[in-house]
């Protein structure tokens, strides 16, 4: 397989959006439990299931053949599979052939180990979720983790030469409070801050509808608090940023609830098991596993207009106590965040 910079035939969707980023999960499983994201008691997935490094790998040239110039590795904790590295190596020498960027999202905790042969393999930004500086509360939001470990990883992958942007998930009542320091922590030490609202994605830990904080609401708070700016900054995300006079830094923010971005997607979500979800709140999915697996090459080409020619329009996700159940009965670390 050969990479191409003008693909031939482009990834477009029935609503003329160019698909360019693929998101990866490269395994469920995750050494933290999350209350937003995942139950105590998580069920995962047998290993058989999972794509082998050699199926993703194919997936994702076929991805990069068709014009995907950006891939970001995610989960569940995508440090936690086994000989992960291994996959980074060999999508990293993509870089420059088609692919324009390889990054990942991660909870840090193994950064410390891995931070340097990220850097090595072409990796140059990370995203590094984190809600909390206090431990006590990072114990009780993680369920498992340990804070320490998680600064000395960003303080291991800002050595290693990555630029890193923090990601926060703002829940009322949990961590809402913390919002500033946290703005002044991360661009005090050159990083980005995103702010997150937390998205109705499978039965969890926590009440939604408390924790539930319109990122509209807080935006106009901190616009009367500090000088915000609106970037033009595009990376392929969903984001919104505005530079903050105040700290120097960029404030993003990630309103899937009360914004919907859908109209500029270009992005796609390949989970562990080879099921590409063209929505992360929709069903709408096709079986690229079973493609390869069946037909090979040719037949994963297929699927893949299949899924263009299937892609949603938009989510529309609901926060409401009329409808307690969550939106989505999957869980984000299964679609990939
Ligand atoms: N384990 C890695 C991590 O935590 O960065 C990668 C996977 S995690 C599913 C990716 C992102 O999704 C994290 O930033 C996490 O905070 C976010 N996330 C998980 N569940 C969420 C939910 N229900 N609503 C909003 N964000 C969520
Ligand atoms: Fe694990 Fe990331 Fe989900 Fe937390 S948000 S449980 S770190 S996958």
Redo the contacts with the bound molecule.
Sequence with gaps: MTAIASPARPLIDRFGRHISYLRI?VTDR?D?R?V???AEDMTFLPKKDVLSFEEIEAIAGAFIARGTTKIRL?????LVRRDIMDLVRTLGQRIGHGLDELT?????SQLRKHAQGLFDAGVRRL???L?TLDEQRFRDITRRGRLAEVLDGIDAAQDAGLAIKI???AMRGVNDDEIEPMMAWAHGRGMGLTL???????E?GID?VDCYLPLRELHDTLARRYTLTRLDKQTGGPARYSHVAETGGVLGF?T?MSHNFCESCNRVRLTATGQLFLCLGQEDQVNLRDALRDGGLPALDAAMDHAMAIKPKGHDFVIDRSRPAPALGR???V???
């Design positions: 999960s995750c933290f999350c937003y994201c995942m995610t989960g569940g904790e995508p990942l999202t991660t909870n840090g995203n590094v979720s809600d990601n926060m998930v997150i609202e937390g998205m109705p994605l499978g969890v939604r990630i899937p869980h984000m670390s679609t990939g965040g």
